[in-house]
């Protein structure tokens, strides 16, 4: 929604007198944070995390946290929840280190409508007799009890055995003067199981052509390495890539989609047979 609004021309003479709000519902790349308050006027704005299954809101920032921790956290824990994150063995990590984060509280949903395997799968009594929600999200605390939401486990990418964040390529991408959209996702590839992948939107107000591949990565490479850099680009609405991006229902992009566009595409440049999207 923030990224459709700053997108829309603005009047001459525009105030922006928007001050305050709560930010959730996806990781938000700290750009777009950073816009909400430099265009918009947004200085009061909290980030907030939750879901349906948890009654939805479990941590929340205020309004006199420090600018440096709303623009990177969701806050701290809401006194009504219960949290941990955890590896992929059930234990419980390190301050700074990522895993799953679990919810648990009395306003923990009971299960899923008709659907005891997913019920199951997600919420899990501990030793102790805790019911725990494994939320799917990555996560991490900082040692003061902030969060910061740091991906989906199931939008990560593995290339080659090594776990690799979409979330911090596209704000990497977000720095590049050319580019006012990215959205990473996983390929396909027959040597590495999957490789970066990237589609673009390139930013109008610049008024040149997109820039080369080349380029693309090594913008990503200097700052965050070689095996991060894309493999792939794509510039959406160009070269029969869609402009449109599909979403779900409450605005998120529909990553599983947008990897298996990608993986069709290299496919078919690279004169394989194409199979139905």
Known sequence: MFDTLLSLPRPDGFKPRLRTGII???PVPRYLMEKLVSILGMTEFTSSYGLTEASPTCFNAFTDDALSKRLTTVGTLMPHAMAKIVDHDGKIVPIGQRGELCMAGYQLQTGYWNNSAKTNECMVR????T???HTGDEAMFDKDGYCTIT???KDIIIRGGENIYPLEIEERLMDHPAISRAIVVGIKDDHYGEVVGAFLEIEESVGKAAP?????RGWVRTRLGKHKAPSHVFWLGQNGIPKEVPLTGSGKVRKFEMAALGTELVRRAKGKPVSKL
């Open 126 to 129: 501990d030793v102790a007799g």
């Open 151 to 153: 991906g989906r486990f």
């Open 212 to 216: 080369s591949q080349d380029e693309i």
């Open 131 to 133: 019911l725990w929600l």
């Open 24 to 26: 959730a519902g996806a």
